[in-house]
């Protein structure tokens, strides 16, 4: 079993920065497909961020460009990097690995 446990999210005003982490822990394992999702009060869960198991990167056309996910192999950590954030970024962001969800972070994008 897998645990997963983000944090980062905030309050940052519009055009500004955030990183969020997301470490792992219990029965982890190489080659494991990852990402980071986010869910905006009334939307579906939506991903921002994925990287299969083969190192493959995709980006929705809405954060492409902005958003950059990487991962800490020693540490076993996740991060997201998010610049210029919009307000329409705001939303809880999850983390998925090793086929386990992390419980969510919130992330506010307001002035």
């Known amino acids: 079993q897998v645990q997963l446990v983000e944090s980062g999210g905030g309050l940052v005003q519009p055009g500004g920065s955030l990183r969020l982490s997301c470490a792992a822990s219990?029965?982890?394992?190489?080659?494991?497909?990852m990402g980071w999702y986010r869910q905006a009060p009334g939307k579906r869960r939506e991903s921002v961020a994925l990287?299969?198991?083969?190192?493959?990167?995709a980006y929705p056309d809405s954060v492409k460009g902005r958003f950059t996910i990487s991962r800490d192999n020693a540490e076993n950590v996740m991060y997201l990097s998010m610049n210029s954030l919009k307000p329409e970024d705001t939303a809880v962001y999850y983390c998925w690995w090793y086929n386990a969800w992390g419980r969510g972070t919130q992330v506010t994008v307001s002035s």
């Open positions: 990287v299969s198991s083969t190192g493959t990167t």
């Open positions: 219990g029965n982890t394992f190489s080659r494991s497909a």
